[in-house]
């Protein structure tokens, strides 16, 4: 039974505490935020020990391991902290708001299990066609091609100032499933976007529409098609172009049920929103967690992983300025 | 150059006049009717020689086939002379309105090219579905599924006056598939049915609804799902399941365009007729049809195949009368 | 907090002792089996109170509702007593081997809330259907197809001794669904049927193969496909065809996965097996009772409607033998 | 009845052919080849009155229109002969080697029929996108995405010498095809390519894999995938991504046969060659050139469309060699 503490009650870290809750192989020990009450109340109704400030909880020998969900800016102290601490570490991303940081903590991390939260390498879909490449199904990859647009209502542009921005934010979990479903390294970078669904991110230095050329050390392609807001639920999907086929981890839908009707066929839509499609990849991202914490060698993202997104996402949004490619520096 | 003479100038007869006239193997020498004036018309507008009558089209050697498309109830008549003559003849379903008629035709066209013309055969779709149990992809054939609908807006009951009614006007087609795609012989069938969709039909003890199961010689269960009305197209479709996998020629969709909105996904539906749906297996057809009759050997429905699917009709007629399974007379 | 006594620790009882242990709205009481040990373990695994016997588990006031999951044959002595006791009960399917049984725990429990578990009724697929059916989308309902196949390896036909055979074991479930989606009753029913797959089921009086065909008081036709055993995973759909549309609810793959190769996209394929597909049916199915019984006001598949499908198989069964449309005693 | 003068009697000439001796409303009157003897047997091939030179074509009154097919080197004049005569055209693109020559062609036909035989424009299911995109199906265009990749074998690197290389030849169908989907102009464009499939492409100063990122005046970026080779036929598909929903135009597959097998549904693939994909539009871009050049007012791709895709092209290709964006001169 590993011991948890969690660092961060909010949106995603009480996603993480149900998880925790319910999993088997883990036991909730503290919640640590800066807001005593909501660590309180989260840490009662998922059955944990205690609320705790970040010492208190890293002393504790009960404590085998950390969620980091903090806010962005608190990730480096936080981080810092834990691999001090020498205990095994799941960190959602980014690392840390500044790139530096970031690869301090990774550089820190080596040796330890210091996974970055890419809970979408964890989705059965896209395991499948990691995998099915790996025993070489589609040849040498050659183009990716990912879409990821998020549903409507379009968030509001103030949340760029935690979020980092579109091509941070959403971007980096997308970087991160080129690199590793091609298995080669990010090159180079163009980003060409607009604010066409919101004005209001321009004023944030951010968009809202953007379209991305990667270049791997494969000599493979990969664009990103990215928008803040679609009329029909989230849609996110992925196409690998190989020298012997094509693998598609396709738009999946809800239901399976169609309506022939007049001259068309209705079909169900996509899900409604990014936790119905991918609720479940955190409960797998924990197990995954939990077996490399355990010694039990299962394969997960680490910081080095997240790290690389970062640099990826860093030189995606100087490109946008620039208006010509970028080099991806090779700090990973 | 093959010189054909059309018996027939209807509906079904200016198909054939088309397809003759467009076909670079064959000629029109003359079209035959009842009403001289639609013959002549016909054949002006194809190219044809001259409107002729059964005798003057048969006693010219230039005549080296013909095409029965004459009303069900000339049938008789019309392949009699035809095959009398020697000549390679495609005739449409219903060899004759009687059962013993046709297989006297069937008989006495023993050693010609004497095809019954159930275009659905030359379909691309379930050519392959045929050619791909032969070679042995499902093991052996165990269940088969057919349905067949027809688009709105329904025939008037009158009609089957000359149709004979559902289950030998549209059934005939489907029977000859099932014996076709699985190569066994029909042994028994039951048929229920109804009048949901117009209670016209009634008078005319016809159904406009009716599910079928029919036994082959195989063991093998065949169902048939038919109706005179569908509010979405006209809808066909094929299941074969095997031992070893199943085979589907599924509903074929207009134009493979999907419109993605709110929480459905919108693709095109079924053709809007029959005719936009089987269309181009006329042209197969006659291709076929040709080929044989030049000796070059091509498969076609014999006139035999064309009595035995009268004698499933036959039967299932009377089982729905009877509500019980009634077994298929082997006269074929 | 509802406490719940399980009766049986078979297969299907430890489907439910997980599901009411990880149910947040009830708490696992007691288990009761002929096999003390095996009651023992499963109680014991999932925090249950004791293993019991039968008038122990009703005494107990902190019983508030009991799910009967025991061997066929007890059936009717554990739900008679439940019953008698006044508690909320849900009976996996048969009610009780004999039909006349049946109807006399179906009358007994009038006005309790008894419930037949009917699994497939919950599924997500097929509420969309019924819901989308009674909101007027496909106009009336005119015929029904369901296919039901069960993947390979097939079972034992010694099975059949405790299953009562495919047309009641497989079949009931399906009855079931024809009459809810419809919301029409069964009149009469056809079934043709063969050992195609493993002649050892003729020695139970069994077959392995089945096509039926059941009218209902609307006028609708149903008919239904059922096999033992594929080559190609758990295939399970259904078609509504209505007057002013069709509703598809059709054969699930597992992953959105597609590889372009060569001529041929292959796609993910079916489920392995029935839990694959309709696992989660049970918890929706629980969670359904729980609410009725809580006074919640939830619809779910009643004891009558159980024991109208075992009158439709019974009906087929006697079909199968007489070759002939076999009318349904309205019993319920 | 439309004479017809057919410039070019190679690969696509011989396409031209056959279909202007197909249509019921034009006849081939000359094909003007370099090569006397093709033109003379395609000629003869297709009932044409003749072979001939260009003058003798243009000054024949019963010539009422001219499609050009000849090599790319031949447009400039055989275009500005035809332009000059007043005779209506349909040119196959490029319009011109040199993009000054083009303009001047396009400048010159103000006022004229001048067709450019962009034909995916015709595609059944690309004008039903068009169509309904203009009705406001999906509101405001935001983002498009195209895929174009030819089948192996992959064409000899030699061959660019002729075609001008992949990002003028596939690409100028797609630049098209953006700005006619979108109705909005090309702004700048970013490309990145490399060669995957043959190293010898590189030796030409080609590409066989690029990804495209280009700008519309109305803010929307479209993004093109184009590569030489795929080991599964010829793939083309379109997305439309707007403000009120996504159109698709998705990869067509042959037969709509699917072969459920083990844990896979094996569907069919693409079609094995552009032709069989887009063999059908050529009629339909000859008879929309038919209906213009009478004056019945069909929409058509003019040579300025032409013009604007070649501009379009230029651009992308000093895009790859200067790894910026590029702006498109709005010389059209």
């Known amino acids: 039974m590993t011991g948890i503490a969690l660092f961060g009650a909010g949106t995603i870290g009480r996603v993480h505490a149900r998880n925790i809750a ?12 800066t807001d005593i009450g909501r660590a309180e109340a989260l840490c009662r109704a998922h059955g944990g020990q205690a609320a705790a400030d970040v010492e208190t909880a890293l002393r504790d020998k009960a404590v085998d ?19 001090a601490a020498g205990k095994p570490v799941l960190c959602e991303k980014p690392i840390a708001d500044d790139l530096g940081d970031a690869k301090r903590c990774a550089d820190a991390a080596a040796g330890l ?22 025993v070489g199904e589609i040849g040498k990859v050659e183009m990716i091609h990912i879409v990821s647009r998020t ?16 091509l941070r934010e959403k971007g980096s979990h997308h970087y991160d499933l080129a690199a590793w479903l091609s298995g080669a390294e990010p090159v180079e970078i163009f980003a060409a976007g607009d604010c066409l669904v919101d004005p209001g991110f321009a ?9 991305l050329t990667l270049r791997l050390d494969s000599g493979a392609l990969v664009t990103f098609s990215f928008s803040r807001r679609t009329a029909f639920g989230y849609e ?37 929103g990014w936790y119905e499609r ?20 299962a394969a997960y993202a680490s910081l080095v992983d997240g790290l690389r997104a970062q640099a990826v996402a860093e030189a995606a949004i100087r490109s946008v300025r620039e208006k010509r490619v970028v080099p991806i520096e090779r700090i990973w």
């Open 22 to 33: 319910a999993h088997p192989g883990c036991q909730l020990k503290y919640v640590v935020d």
């Open 65 to 83: 391991a950390v969620v980091v969900a903090s806010s962005t800016s608190a990730h480096y102290a936080h981080l810092t902290a834990v691999i």
């Open 113 to 134: 299990v210091a996974a970055t939260a890419f809970n979408r390498r964890y989705d059965a879909s896209y395991l499948a066609v990691h995998e099915r490449i790996r």
């Open 203 to 211: 004023e944030y230095g951010d968009l809202d529409t953007a379209a």
């Open 278 to 297: 991918f609720g479940p990849t955190y409960q797998a991202e924990l197990d995954a967690f939990l077996a490399a914490a355990q010694g039990r060698g």
């Open 151 to 166: 549903q409507a209502p379009t968030p509001a542009p103030e949340s760029v100032r935690f979020s980092g921005g579109m």
């Open 236 to 272: 996110e999907m992925i196409e690998v172009f190989g020298s012997e086929g094509m693998l598609e981890a396709g738009r999946q839908r809800r239901l399976g049920v169609a309506l022939y009707k007049r001259d068309t066929v209705i079909e169900d839509g996509l899900h409604g």
